[in-house]
């Protein structure tokens, strides 16, 4: 079983920096493909970034964070990572790190959350304007 942990949230003022980790047990994270979503109060849950798995870098933006988030991930601590650069009032919300078996294609279905079985517990940040 996939367990998924993530931390690094927190509030900072607009044009700021975070990062995001996620820590991963139960299986590789080589073999995930793997991806970031965000839950703004009272919206649904939508994609942000995406990675494949493989221990290939081939990645996924929504268009809204392009440029300024990077996701990257460390196969020797079997984590996850989200640097979020400027960042923006629109980008606050509770950040959830997801996980998969298999592959599939960098893509706008990449950030779906129906292609993924594990989900962690979430990680609020608050961006002020």
């Known amino acids: 079983q996939v367990q998924l942990v993530e931390s690094g949230g927190g509030s900072v003022q607009a044009g700021g920096s975070l990062r995001l980790s996620c820590a991963v047990s139960?299986?590789?994270?080589?073999?995930?493909?793997m991806a970031w979503f965000r839950q703004p109060l009272r919206s649904e849950r939508e994609g942000v970034a995406f990675i494949i798995s493989g221990g290939g870098d081939s990645t996924y933006y929504r268009d809204s964070v392009g440029g300024r988030f990077v996701i990257s991930r460390d196969i020797v601590n079997n984590a996850l990572y989200l640097q979020m650069n400027s960042l923006k009032p629109e980008d606050t919300g509770v950040y959830y790190c997801?996980?998969?078996?298999?592959?599939?294609?960098?893509?706008?279905?990449?950030?779906?959350?129906?292609?993924?079985?594990?989900w962690g517990q979430g990680t609020q940040v608050t961006v002020s304007a």
């Open positions: 997801a996980a998969n078996g298999g592959n599939i294609p960098p893509s706008a279905a990449a950030l779906w959350p129906v292609n993924y079985a594990y």
């Open positions: 139960g299986r590789s994270a080589r073999n995930l493909y």
